[in-house]
């Protein structure tokens, strides 16, 4: 199988097929209906900083939670447009890919979240429920994407 | 080839008697990938593979670990970072 991310010449070349592109994009919307004090991915997403200390929590929170709604969207705006782009360009820049990882990474913690994912080892017994297969799936094109960004940035593997 | 005569250096900032700072905390979670987690260390602390991924196992097999330290202000920032990065961090007095 063809990997999906590969560095060639400093670049980052993107083989997906259309089918993924059409998963991947529905990603925003899953990330925009996180909320509510039911769902355990809200807190996932925005954990308790300061756990012992419940005035300090709420400090902390007041101080992040506009700035880090507004990074979140500008992380799903240009995974959004760099999804559209990647259709004809095949490419991504390192900027695009880190709001990739980031994005892809959240929906993982969100569907972990939702399947009440807590402890290690989950991956042996996620049977055949296709809520676990995309969670797998999703680490995979993850997985792929660090180690390219990895060389991009780091210049190893 | 020679080496230096040794100097006396005290190990710990005096001013660490003051303040002794705030530790940034990571925990363990079942869903984020290992190599994502080293990667974000990397990036976000500067820290080198080796330490990055030193940092990681100690996060997957005891854990927790202490990835940076400083004053609240900065510690704060490193938590939101890690946050935006989707890890799991808190922060508690060293």
């Not at chain 1, 996180?34 to 355990?40: F, K, L």
């Not at chain 1, 559209?84 to 972990?112: K, Y």
């Not at chain 2, 030193?54 to 970072?81: N, Q, S």
């Amino acid at each position: 199988m063809k990997r999906p991310f590969r560095v060639r010449g400093g670049r980052l070349r993107v083989d997906l097929e259309p089918e993924v592109l059409e998963l991947l994009s529905g990603i925003p919307d899953l990330l925009e209906n996180v909320g509510g004090d039911g769902d355990p991915a809200t807190r996932r997403l925005a954990p308790v900083a300061h756990p012992g200390d419940p005035a300090a929590a709420r400090a902390y929170d007041e101080l992040t939670d506009a700035e880090l709604a507004r990074a979140r969207n500008v992380d799903r705006a240009g995974f959004v447009s760099s999804l559209e782009a990647v259709r004809t360009r095949r490419e991504l820049d390192i900027e695009e890919a880190d709001m990739w990882l980031r994005v892809i990474g959240e929906a993982r913690l969100v569907l972990g979240a939702r399947l009440g994912i807590l402890e290690d080892g989950w991956e042996a017994d996620a049977g055949a429920d296709p809520r676990y297969a995309i969670l797998g799936y999703l680490g995979y094109l993850q997985e792929d994407l660090v180690h390219a960004l990895n060389r991009l940035m780091f210049g190893g593997g | 080839m020679t080496a230096p005569t040794p100097v006396a250096v005290p190990d710990v900032d005096e001013r660490d008697d003051v303040d002794p700072g705030w530790n940034v905390v990571v925990w363990n979670d079942p869903v984020n990938l290992m190599s994502y987690v080293v990667f974000v260390f990397r990036k976000l602390f500067g820290y080198n593979v080796e330490k990055a991924t030193k940092l990681m196992l100690a996060v997957h097999h005891e854990g927790r670990a202490i990835v940076a330290h400083g004053p609240l202000e900065k510690a704060e920032l490193d938590c939101y970072r890690l946050h935006h990065h989707g890890l799991w961090a808190t922060l508690e007095q060293a």
